[in-house]
C-alpha cells in the first residue's frame, strides 16, 4: 500500500470517525440544496403576483383594500418560512418515534372540526376559526399520514405482506374518513394517491395493486349506489364530461375556465387587463382552485410553461432527495412528498382545462390559502433535512 494513502486513512480517521462524518454532522448546512430553495422562493413570489392580479379588481370594486389578499399571501409565506427554518434544524429520523404523537394530534384536530369549532364556509365544515386567522386541519393532514406511513412500513425494511397493506390502510383510512365527512372530496383523493406511491416504494407487489384496485372500484360503486357520495359531488366529478353545461352547473364554470386560458394565446393579456374573465369575475374561486386560469389568461402560454417548468423541478429534486435518502424512512418521506405534489398539480391544472374533474385541490404554493402554504413550506423543509443528512 501506497505511505499516501496510510498517511491520508490516518488523518481521515482521527478518533475513529471519518473527519467527513464529524463535519456533516456538526454542520449538515454544508449539505444545503440551494436549488430547492431557490425555486420554492421563485413559486412563492409567482404565486402572490397571480393572487393579486385575480384579486385586486374585485377588492377595488368592493371598496376595499386591493391590496388584501397580497399581503395576507405574503404573511403566510412568511409563516411558512419560519416553519421551514424550524423543521430543518432537528434531525428529521427523529419523527419516526414521534410519528404516533403526531399522526394522534393530527386525528383529533380533524375530529373537532366536525364538532361546533369547525366553522362551515359554502356548505363545507373544513376550517377551525381562532379569531384572527383560521387553520384547514385536512392540509396539515398530508405531511402528517405521509410520515406515520413512512415510520410504519419503514419499520418492514421493504418486506411487507398482506397484514403490513391492511395495517397502511387503517393509518390512511381513519383521517381520510374524518376528512370525506367534512366532505371534501379532493383532499380524500390525495390521500389514495399517496397511499399507493408509499406502498409501491415501501415494497409492496404487483398482486397487492390489483387486489386494491379491485376492491377500491366496488368500494366506489358501493358508495355510489348508497348515496354515501352526494349528488353535487357527482356533478363535480362528472362536470368535465358535460357538453352541454347548464348556467348554473359545475360545468358553466369550467368552461369560463377553459375560456379564460385559451384567451391567453402565447403570451397572455398582461396583468390586470381590461375586460378579462379575470377582472369580470366569470371564473369563481380564481384565487384558490381555479388560479391557473389567471395564469394562463394573463401571462399566456409561455407563463404557464415558466410554472410548470418550475413544478417539473421541485417534483423531480423531491424524487432525487428521495433516491439519495440513507434511509429508507427518508426514501418514503421525499418520494411521498413529491407523490403529493405531482398529483395536485395534476389534478389541479387538468381540472381547469377539462381533462380532470373539478376538485377542491389547491395549486401548490400558488393558490391562496395559509394552510396550505404552510404545508408546502414544512415539506420542503423535510426535503433539505433527509437531503442535508443524507452521509450522516
Given at each position: 500500500?501506497?505511505?499516501?494513502?496510510?498517511?491520508?486513512?490516518?488523518?481521515?480517521?482521527?478518533?475513529?470517525?471519518?473527519?467527513?462524518?464529524?463535519?456533516?454532522?456538526?454542520?449538515?448546512?454544508?449539505?444545503?440544496?440551494?436549488?430547492?430553495?431557490?425555486?420554492?422562493?421563485?413559486?412563492?413570489?409567482?404565486?402572490?403576483?397571480?393572487?393579486?392580479?385575480?384579486?385586486?379588481s374585485k377588492q377595488e370594486e368592493a371598496g376595499l383594500d386591493p391590496g388584501l389578499f397580497l399581503k395576507r399571501q405574503i404573511?403566510?409565506?412568511?409563516?411558512?418560512?419560519?416553519?421551514?427554518?424550524?423543521f430543518s434544524l432537528f434531525d428529521y429520523r427523529h419523527l419516526k418515534s414521534l410519528s404516533v404523537v403526531l399522526y394522534g394530534g393530527t386525528v383529533a384536530t380533524l375530529g373537532l372540526v366536525l364538532t361546533g369549532l369547525?366553522?362551515?364556509?359554502?356548505?363545507?365544515?373544513?376550517?377551525?376559526?381562532?379569531?384572527?386567522?383560521?387553520?384547514?386541519?385536512?392540509?396539515?393532514?398530508?405531511?402528517?399520514?405521509?410520515?406515520?406511513?413512512?415510520?410504519?412500513?419503514?419499520?418492514?425494511?421493504?418486506?411487507?405482506?398482506?397484514?403490513?397493506?391492511?395495517?397502511?390502510?387503517?393509518?390512511v383510512a381513519l383521517p381520510a374518513v374524518l376528512i370525506f365527512l367534512e366532505p371534501d372530496l379532493g383532499t380524500m383523493m390525495v390521500f389514495v394517491a399517496l397511499t399507493a406511491v408509499l406502498l409501491m416504494l415501501g415494497g409492496a407487489r404487483l398482486r397487492h395493486f390489483l387486489i386494491l384496485g379491485a376492491v377500491g372500484i366496488v368500494v366506489v360503486i358501493g358508495a355510489v349506489k348508497m348515496g354515501v357520495i352526494r349528488d353535487y359531488q357527482i356533478e363535480r366529478v362528472t362536470a368535465f364530461m358535460d357538453p352541454n353545461?347548464?348556467?348554473?352547473?359545475?360545468?358553466?364554470?369550467?368552461?369560463?375556465?377553459?375560456?379564460?386560458?385559451?384567451?391567453?394565446?402565447?403570451?397572455g393579456k398582461g396583468l390586470q387587463a381590461d375586460n378579462t374573465q379575470t377582472t369580470l369575475d366569470f371564473v369563481p374561486e380564481q384565487q384558490t382552485d381555479f388560479i391557473f386560469t389567471a395564469v394562463g389568461e394573463?401571462?399566456?402560454?409561455?407563463?404557464?410553461?415558466?410554472?410548470?417548468?418550475?413544478?417539473?423541478f421541485l417534483i423531480w429534486r423531491a424524487l432525487r432527495i428521495a433516491m439519495m435518502s440513507r434511509d429508507?424512512?427518508?426514501t418514503l418521506i421525499a418520494g411521498g412528498i413529491a407523490a403529493y405534489w405531482?398529483?395536485?398539480?395534476?389534478?389541479?391544472?387538468?381540472?381547469?382545462?377539462?381533462?380532470?374533474?373539478?376538485?377542491?385541490?389547491?395549486?401548490?404554493?400558488?393558490?391562496?390559502?395559509?394552510?396550505a402554504m404552510l404545508t408546502n413550506f414544512v415539506a420542503v423543509a423535510l426535503l433539505l433535512n433527509i437531503h442535508m443528512r443524507r452521509f450522516l
Open positions: 500500500m501506497r505511505a499516501d494513502g496510510l498517511f491520508g486513512q490516518a488523518v481521515d480517521r482521527i478518533g475513529g470517525e471519518p473527519i467527513s462524518s464529524r463535519m456533516a454532522r456538526k454542520a449538515p448546512i454544508r449539505h444545503l440544496d440551494p436549488s430547492l430553495l431557490l425555486v420554492t422562493l421563485v413559486l412563492s413570489v409567482f404565486g402572490a403576483v397571480m393572487v393579486f392580479s385575480a384579486t385586486a404573511a403566510y409565506a412568511v409563516g411558512g418560512a419560519i416553519a421551514l427554518l424550524v369547525g366553522e362551515v364556509v359554502g356548505g363545507a365544515r373544513r376550517w377551525i376559526d381562532f379569531g384572527f386567522f383560521q387553520i384547514q386541519p385536512s392540509e396539515f393532514a398530508k405531511v402528517a399520514v405521509i410520515v406515520a406511513v413512512a415510520a410504519f412500513l419503514a419499520e418492514r425494511k421493504g418486506d411487507i405482506g398482506g397484514k403490513d397493506i391492511l395495517a397502511t390502510l387503517g393509518i353545461p347548464d348556467p348554473q352547473s359545475e360545468g358553466y364554470n369550467l368552461t369560463q375556465s377553459k375560456i379564460a386560458i385559451a384567451s391567453g394565446g402565447l403570451r394573463q401571462v399566456g402560454f409561455l407563463g404557464c410553461s415558466f410554472l410548470l417548468g418550475l413544478f417539473a429508507l424512512f427518508g405531482a398529483f395536485q398539480v395534476f389534478v389541479n391544472v387538468g381540472m381547469t382545462m377539462g381533462i380532470m374533474p373539478i376538485t377542491g385541490i389547491p395549486l401548490p404554493f400558488i393558490s391562496f390559502g395559509g394552510s
